[in-house]
């Protein structure tokens, strides 16, 4: 299982360096990544593409005359710190800061990020580099830091069992997703055939969904076109808990909600464990989750989550990091950073597939649909989005909001009321100016 999760993680990072200048040198410079652990090359190849992509790497770094590392200088909650506290002294910790997404506009903000788009080695629109980064941390022309590795998450898993128990067709989702009708209110036909009482006592046996409410209200309002927090363009954030398309789904989220389709663990995280115990049909979760739920008894099929009236295609989540550089080196000095960050992230020639991707994965799923149709679905132009409410999520508990409404019994109106001015406040000092409105 190891090498399988090794290799999809490589096969993700981005395209082969090939093209790269043969002739530079960077003068024996050690780049580093400040990172949450220490990433080093394993004693032990278990795979060709593991053998391959270090010999690659140190190809690479005797051509080009540099060392690379990644190393564990601070945990998620602290890299900001010292991020602006190494670059302010004039001697920045690292190279490169890896930097979580609930922090991202924090060191934008800071102004101690360097901007990429001015940079001639690290080519901005290479599609190597996410565009859900790209599109969080762009200000005007500028972009102040970039990544590499989609992560989709919030993906829906079925299991196949009890849905044919349920009379439903195993494969029913992929189908309803193939052909376009993988509605809300397909989910929810499908959902009331799925809660079932087994031995007619009056209690439920098997539910449609072991439930996780932030994770479904979340999507159902991604899934309708709508958001918690939108970014204009002028680049600002506000507060788009009231438009059409988020309320709409807020309401049909709790609608949902009160049908007793649904299951609550008693456990906060025991979602994955009641799913592999076939105590629900679905469970909503993430693409690392795989590694876990792949070894179910039960087989399974992977979908993204149902789309709403008011949306034309599917979307995934997505939660990226950003790498960023300081602006306290040189133009030049940045210039070779980014050409060193660009060349590690690459791929070996001899897998420069846009689709290499795949053969990693198919290991990781219990069927081809999984990678061939719901995957490459979530891998489309556009499918991907980031959901901006993270640009506050370091001070507000976002999800308190759905609490609100799941377990405290709001209506989704009484709940944006009770929260709007403590979202406000917060998004005033994200774009450092009071009171901005959304666009009419």
Known sequence: MKKHLFILLALSLGFSSNAFAADRDLGGKTITIANYNNIVEPDEKFTTYEEVLWEYRHELMDTHNFTFEQKGLGTWDTMLELFATSSLSGNPAAEIFRMDPRFTIAAMNSGLCYD???????????????????????????????????????????????????????????????????????????????????????????????????????????????????????????????????????????????????????????????????????????????????????????????????????????????????????????EDIAFALKMWMALPPEYDDPDAWRLASYANYRDDRAVDETLTLAREPGVAKVDYSTVIGSAVNTNLFINKIYINGLTPVESVEAINAVWQAELDKVNGVPGIVAPK
């Open 116 to 334: 990429l788009a001015t940079l001639d080695s690290i080519d901005i629109e290479n599609p190597m580099w996410l565009d859900t980064t790209e599109e969080m941390m762009t200000r005007d022309d500028s972009v102040y830091g970039v990544f590499t590795t989609f992560a989709p998450r919030r993906l829906l898993f079925f299991n196949k069992r009890l849905f044919e128990e349920a009379g439903l067709d195993p494969n029913l989702p992929y189908d309803l997703q193939a052909s376009g009708e993988w509605t809300w209110e397909a989910f929810e036909e499908i959902s009331q055939k799925l809660t079932r009482d087994i031995d007619n006592d009056g209690l439920t046996d098997v539910h449609a969904m072991v439930f996780d409410h932030a994770k479904f209200f979340s999507m159902a309002v991604l899934s309708n076109g709508g958001s918690f927090v939108e970014k204009n363009e002028d680049d600002m954030f506000y507060n788009n808990l009231s438009s059409p398309e988020t309320m709409e789904a807020l309401e049909w989220a709790a609608a949902y909600a009160q049908k007793n389709y649904e299951i609550f663990p008693t456990n906060w995280k025991g979602q994955t464990a009641m799913f592999i115990n076939a105590q629900a049909a679905m469970v909503i979760a993430d693409d690392w989750e795989t590694a876990t739920i792949k070894n179910m008894d039960d087989d399974y099929g992977v979908v993204l989550f149902p789309k709403g009236p008011n949306a034309t295609e599917h979307v995934v989540f997505t939660q990226d990091s950003a790498w960023v550089i300081p602006n306290t080196y040189s133009k030049a000095e940045a």
